[in-house]
């Protein structure tokens, strides 16, 4: 039995990225397993750690497992081999992984459930035939009747005002043994703010049909293979998600829905809650620890069956999943930013695969990824290509701001709005519908510079320019987030002719205040939105109608179902096409995507205008037929060409330090020892600095490697690292993002 073995390494949280081994005492063999969280001695002090795996022997002197804690705590068994994964592709430690699978509330052990006093029906209570009950007194009888029709149990703060009996009644019925009194946990919902009105399954159109019959012909499989849908926005995939969940359930199975954001949850869990009530539980970082704990016992104890929630939801601790669905798969968001650098929607993939479930992935702008593993046959493809009831998608405009040189003429809107935009605002107005204004960046100005000296604001402990925002009067470093106040003269030479270039969703709203005094303006950025309250009020104030024209960035791009919308404007639609990153295209035509299915999705038409310099680039023609084939068709080649994914797998390594030449100087010694190790046909790029070569007073240098297999790129990297000594590892620290999102 794997079980005796007498040896447990232990992960313990000391960022050593290493575990430790210690002997299992007899008492424990056989109760200690890989997943269990232990206390154990280290340099003399109590630590708490998760045993990793089990060994027959150890090279080292050991002391003994202390305790075996909690079983509560303990990593579920499911979720072990999916860490072993992790570990394994991502490069990263046990440790830092671990620390990944459960939420930190329910490792740390202080939460406890809140409980409350119930009174329940014991076997003799629930017997009303039996001559003992015969012989009560009409009161006593009355009493024990309404429990049985209440279900058979009450709170018993709740239970005086029910029965409607004093309470000696309901003691000298607890005294008889009839009723007993138990504490039993009591859950925070975290539910309370939500209106949830029961829906039923809406009779699917004939493209829903089949994207179902395709799911759950593959629950349906031994080993079912991931399915792509991919569905226009407004084709209804939420729909096919719901009833794909409601085949999961009836096979009495669980499921996991990931969502890219923390802010659509609400609107999502609404839609979930509404058809399938108390069995949906939510795990997102906006939870209070209460309320997080109370959801993941929820899963843990089998009364939750539906988990839904951003990245970590993935970890939801359920034995018997039947499905996980990743809503817009394409979305960066899944990419953790801290260690380890995992992307849930691949991970989900692969729970998929470890535990026989099917994996469904809908985005109306597939990760070119995800299309080509359809290509590849190793995913399902289906598509929605239509709107629900044929609603068509908007009509997108572009304008090119360089032949709209009359309009610049008006000092006041210059560049912001073109004579098109301008006109239809206008119309829409005057027709009493609404109006999204997009723009990818926020701020008021965003360069500052005099034309006396040619100086420029920028952050002194980061490589890029300071951004103006005018309502607090500072200069902020959007990387960073150091502040200073607004110069009123240019800080190098004195002269007060400062020129403010550039502009922000900040300008884009006073301008707009400006030019439609008529309307109501809302802004929505991270600037204006400081918590989930003020978004989801910003949100209800759209959907009725007090607000004409809501003005943000990313965050008003995705998710928003407002039928009364008719006109999306995107100001400055190539901003992301000037990023120096392979994926910039990509991203500019999935943003324009999303953003113009914001519009007409109600009964009346919409219309989207797209204000451009390069109206030529294929991103934005091919957003403007809203053709993501023939996007696929023209980006690929040169993908495939270069040498980037999805052909090859990247690697990205960055060293970090406050001290510029130490930090290339760890980059390049760590290029030397690695450099033997990777095969031929690994590319490297790099040592070099990275394209944002300081954060924070931190200089960064990068290595880029290339392969078709990470595999080999990993196994390279941890050797090299056993060659680095710890004390240059503690110096200056490598990062190492397997398939990372961004370059820089
Ligand atoms: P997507 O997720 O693809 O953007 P949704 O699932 O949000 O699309 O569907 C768009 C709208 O159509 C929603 O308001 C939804 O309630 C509605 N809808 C979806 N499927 C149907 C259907 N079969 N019959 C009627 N309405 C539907
Ligand atoms: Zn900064
Ligand atoms: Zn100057």
């Known amino acids: 039995m794997t079980t005796e073995l007498p040896v447990a390494e232990v992960a313990l949280n000391l960022a ?332 989900a993939v692969v729970r998929g695969a470890l535990e026989h479930c099917a994996v469904l992935l809908g985005s109306a702008t597939p990760s070119l990824e995800s299309y080509h593993n359809c290509q590849v046959g190793k995913y399902r493809l289906v598509e929605m290509p239509q709107r629900v009831e044929a609603q068509p998608l908007p009509p997108i405009e572009l304008v090119d701001m360089h032949q709209d040189s009359a309009h610049l003429k008006d000092e006041r809107k210059a560049s912001f709005f073109s004579r098109r935009l301008e006109e239809l605002i206008h119309d829409r107005l005057a027709r009493k519908e609404q109006i999204i204004v997009f723009l990818n960046r926020r701020g008021f100005s965003t360069q500052l510079t005099c034309p006396q000296c040619g100086y420029t604001a920028s952050c002194g402990d980061c490589s890029v320019t300071y951004t103006y925002h005018r309502k607090a009067e500072k200069l902020k470093c959007h990387l960073c987030g150091a502040e200073m106040d607004a110069p009123r003269k240019c800080p190098q030479c004195g002269s007060p002719e400062i020129r403010y270039g550039g502009f922000g969703t900040e300008r884009v709203e006073a301008v707009t205040r400006a030019c439609f005094p008529e309307a109501m303006v809302a802004r929505m950025d991270s600037d204006t939105m400081t918590n989930a309250e003020s978004y989801r009020k910003v949100l209800e104030a759209f959907g009725k109608r007090k607000i004409d024209i809501l003005i943000g960035t990313q965050m008003i791009a995705k998710g928003l179902d407002f039928p009364n919308v008719t006109l999306v404007g995107i100001i400055q639609a190539d901003i992301g096409l000037n990023v120096p990153d392979f994926r910039s295209a990509e991203r500019t035509f999935d943003l324009i995507t999303q953003v113009a299915g914001r519009a007409g999705r109600g009964d009346s038409p919409g219309r989207v205008i797209v204000q451009t310099c390069t109206p030529g680039n294929y991103a934005l023609t091919c957003a403007q037929r809203q053709d993501f084939k023939d996007f696929y068709a023209q980006e690929t080649p040169a993908r495939e060409t270069l040498g980037f994914p999805p052909f090859t797998h990247l690697v990205l390594l960055h060293f970090k330090s406050p001290d510029e030449e130490r930090t290339a100087a760890a980059a390049n010694r760590f290029m030397e020892v690695l450099q033997p190790l990777l095969r031929s046909s690994v590319q490297v790029i790099g040592p070099m600095p990275a394209p944002i070569a300081k954060i924070a007073k931190f200089y960064r240098y990068q290595i880029l490697l290339r392969a078709a297999d990470v595999r080999g790129i990993v196994a390279a990297i941890r050797s090299a690292m056993m060659q680095v000594s710890p004390a240059e590892l503690r110096r200056v620290p490598i990062d190492i993002d397997v398939d990372p999102r961004y370059l820089q």
């Open 16 to 347: 050593t990225g290493r575990g430790f081994d210690y002997q299992i005492p007899a008492e424990l063999r056989g109760k200690v397993v890989p997943g269990s969280r232990v206390t154990v001695p280290f340099r003399g002090q109590p630590r708490s750690g998760y045993v990793i795996r089990l060994k027959a022997t150890s090279r080292f002197q050991l002391e003994s497992i202390s305790a075996l804690e909690d079983p509560m705590r303990q990593i579920p068994a499911p979720l072990l081999r999916l860490g072993d994964w992790i570990c394994d592709y991502y490069c990263a430690s046990h440790e830092a992984v671990i620390w990944n699978l459960l939420p930190a509330v329910v490792r740390k052990g202080e939460m406890q459930h809140r409980e409350a006093l119930y009174l329940d029906l014991t076997e003799k209570g629930q017997n009303l035939g039996s001559e003992e009950f015969a012989r009560l007194t009409p009161k006593r009888q009355t009493v024990l009747r309404t429990f049985i029709r209440l279900g058979g149990s009450l709170p018993a703060k709740e239970a005086l005002g029910a029965v409607d009996a004093g309470a000696s009644v309901i003691e000298a019925l607890v005294e008889d043994g009839w009723l007993q009194k138990t504490r039993r946990v009591q859950e925070r919902d975290p539910f309370t703010n939500l209106k949830v009105v029961p829906d039923q399954p809406k009779t699917l159109t004939k493209s829903q049909q089949d994207a179902l019959a395709a799911v759950t012909a593959e629950m349906d499989e031994p080993k079912p293979k991931p399915v792509l849908l991919f569905g226009v926005t407004g084709s209804g995939k939420t729909e096919v998600f719901l009833q794909a969940i409601a085949h999961c359930r009836e096979q009495g199975k669980d499921a996991i829905v990931l969502v890219p954001e923390i802010s659509l949850t609400p609107q999502t869990v609404t839609r979930f809650r509404a058809r399938f009530g108390d069995q949906v539980s939510v795990l997102h970082s906006g939870l209070s620890d209460g309320q997080r704990f109370d959801e993941w016992t929820k899963i843990n104890s089998g009364r939750a069956h539906i988990a839904i929630g951003a990245r970590s939801a993935l970890f939801a601790p359920f034995r018997k999943l039947g499905l996980i669905v990743v809503d817009e798969e394409h979305e960066s968001t899944y990419k953790q930013d801290t260690v380890p650098h995992y992307n849930a929607r691949d991970v």
